[in-house]
């Protein structure tokens, strides 16, 4: 506690301004564990930036964290890229405080010298991918805490190719921040280097939204279809009702009572559409409209929420694994007959998402590459391999990415994607639920579930770590009364056969995640969350399905198989 005091009294001299001095000096006095959560750390970069709540710290996300954090990264750009005119791209949403928070970090870029685009109101994440590429940058910042509560708010970086910071810029950044001291922050703005920019790149983001997102679908399919949309108070109310409307979809209604941005999303205890509650609004629309689709976005406006009628007719919202999959098999299948495959084109998903994409890949004859969670990893492959044409891909968590004009999980043309797909399956007298059956049916059954424990502050952090410590030495040998076959560990890097104790190098970036392998082709993963205060725990089965009728059946022995493996955790 008195390294933590002693860090806090530095944020009680003149560096700081009156109003900090001020909070920081009353947690001091009145509040030691408020305190000591918001110093006992600095704030660091996990799979999505930095993200934190906001307030008075080192462990907080304000405007010398962010000023910090900007001020490395332009002694950085100076260094990495020395004789170029350097720019960066600022994108901001509906959180509380984030167009400050914008303006600041612009404001402490410009005084470096570099030229600031920044957006004048608040857009998607997608957006500011593009608009990185579009424009030239070298790097690009979206202030955003995606669905996080609205405490939180965040940092995310991008680099000259659209996707977010990885190794070894990453590291090399990181180094470059905690080499800095707060009083080297250069607030000083030079005005003349900050342009705003909208419409420009409004345009040319929709015009690549509805040429990567569209496909077959005729004029009559298209207004046949009934969409509900809902915005979650969040950023894509600026763009997706214009994209579908453009795309030619007449026949959309969006939730109006949660149509304006708002950073307290005071319809929905959490703005995330992994959260089918988050959807219940737009649903309750769906009911009385009679609608084919519901589709929700979160406040950041790259994960997107589904749900289709059922075979009995009912509105059933879709996990993210079977989203990925759909919009996967659509994609591979129109490029297999409108191009044919020519044997370099590549699909990717992440190491806890669905073994599904590997089954498809298979299927059409391409490669699926695997990698660590979060869409970054996903660009960088797109990076790392530009002689191969990168399809399509997502990630288990409601994020997907068509094509790679855009280098991040990216809803608007997602949205226009499945809209696509369900027009041209309503248009067949089919759905996109029997779609999924049908895929089903082809590929086997997979039925996944995701558990997350939230653990707050210094203790919930230490129990998280705890958790995974007893994992790798109290190696699991069964779960639900099926052997473990095999054991990833992604923090060493290796992988070990149970029975045997074989051990081979796992080829992909260090990460604190396990994986079992079990000897039925069940897949059980453990891992912290980069960008919030949960572990999380992933379980994949599968199971054959002779018939699209039996799938009710097949999904409730899944269900029961999945509910006997996590027993082993004591939730």
């Given at each position: ?5 002693s ?7 003149d ?13 001091i ?10 110093f006992?750390k600095?704030?660091a970069f ?6 934190g ?35 960066v ?21 410009s ?13 998607p ?7 990185v ?7 690009g ?10 405490e939180?708010?965040?940092y995310?970086?991008?680099w ?49 939204s509805?040429?990567n ?12 279809l ?9 950023t ?8 579908l409307?453009?795309?030619g ?21 959490s703005?995330?559409?992994e ?16 609608a ?18 059922n ?22 299948k ?21 073994p ?5 890949a ?8 695997v ?16 002689n ?17 004009f855009?280098?991040?999980?990216d ?23 029997e779609?999924l059956?049908e ?31 007893q994992l ?28 045997t104790?074989?051990?081979t ?10 994986i ?5 082709g ?16 992933y ?33």
């Amino acid at each position: 506690m008195k390294e933590i005091l002693s860090k806090a009294k530095n944020w009680l001299s003149d560096t700081f301004d009156t109003h900090t001095r001020q909070q920081t000096q009353h947690l001091i006095e009145h509040d030691a564990n408020k305190l000591k959560d918001s110093f006992y750390k600095n704030l660091a970069f996990g799979t999505g930036g930095m993200r934190g709540i906001m307030g008075v710290g080192t462990n907080r996300i304000n405007k010398y964290t962010l000023g910090k954090n900007t001020q490395g990264i332009s002694s950085y750009l100076k260094k990495r890229f020395p004789n170029e005119q350097l720019q960066v791209a600022i994108a901001y949403d509906c959180r509380h405080n984030s167009k400050e928070l914008a303006q600041i970090v612009a404001n402490v870029f410009s005084a470096n010298g570099i030229k600031v685009f920044l957006f004048s109101d608040l857009r998607p994440t997608p957006e500011l991918s593009f608009a990185v590429k579009y424009l030239n940058c070298q790097c690009g910042i979206v202030l955003t805490a995606s669905h996080n509560p609205p405490e939180y708010n965040g940092y995310k970086v991008y680099w000259k190719d659209g996707g977010q910071l990885v190794p070894p810029e990453d590291a090399e950044i990181i180094n470059e921040i905690e080499n800095l001291e707060y009083q080297h922050i250069n607030f000083e703005a030079k005005k003349e280097l900050i342009q705003f920019i909208d419409k420009e790149v409004d345009e040319a983001f929709i015009t690549a939204s509805i040429k990567n997102g569209s496909f077959n679908a005729s004029a009559e399919a298209k207004s046949a279809l009934k969409i509900i949309f809902t915005s979650l108070h969040g950023t894509s109310i600026t763009l997706i009702p214009e994209v579908l409307k453009r795309a030619g979809y007449t026949n959309v209604k969006v939730v109006e009572e949660q149509a304006e941005p708002n950073g307290d999303f005071p319809t929905v205890k959490s703005p995330n559409p992994e959260e089918p509650e988050a959807l219940k609004m737009a649903l309750e629309l769906a009911e009385k409209e009679q609608a084919d689709i519901v589709i929700g976005t979160d406040p950041d406006s790259d994960r997107l929420g589904i749900a289709v009628r059922n075979q009995e007719g009912e509105m059933v919202v879709l996990n993210g694994n079977q989203a990925m999959v759909l919009m996967t098999d659509f994609l591979l299948k129109e490029h297999q007959q409108n191009q044919g495959f020519k044997g370099d084109e590549f699909i990717a998903s992440t190491i806890v998402s669905t073994p599904m994409m590997l089954k498809l890949a298979k299927h059409y004859g391409i490669e699926c590459k695997v990698g660590l969670t979060g869409f970054k990893w996903i660009a960088k492959m797109i990076k790392d391999f530009p002689n191969q044409e990168f399809i399509g891909g997502g990630e288990e968590s409601f994020g997907f990415m068509v094509g790679d004009f855009v280098r991040d999980k990216d809803a608007v043309t997602s949205t226009l994607l499945i809209c696509e797909i369900a027009a041209e399956a309503k248009n067949k007298n089919s759905s996109v639920y029997e779609q999924l059956l049908e895929l089903y049916k082809t590929h086997g059954v997979y039925q996944e579930e995701l558990v997350s424990l939230v653990k707050i502050g210094i203790e919930g952090a230490q129990e998280i770590q705890e958790m995974l410590k007893q994992l790798r030495e109290e190696t699991p040998t069964h779960f639900g009364g099926i052997a473990v076959q095999k054991v990833e560990d992604y923090q060493i890097s290796e992988a070990q056969e149970v029975l045997t104790n074989k051990k081979t190098i796992l080829d992909i970036p260090k990460s604190n995640v396990l994986i079992y392998h079990l000897e039925d082709g069940t897949q059980i993963a453990a891992r912290p969350s980069g960008t919030e205060p949960k572990i999380k725990f992933y379980v994949s089965t599968n199971a054959p399905l002779d018939k699209t009728e039996n799938y009710a059946k097949v999904k409730q022995e899944l269900d029961h198989k999945i509910e006997s493996m996590l027993s082993y955790f004591n939730f």
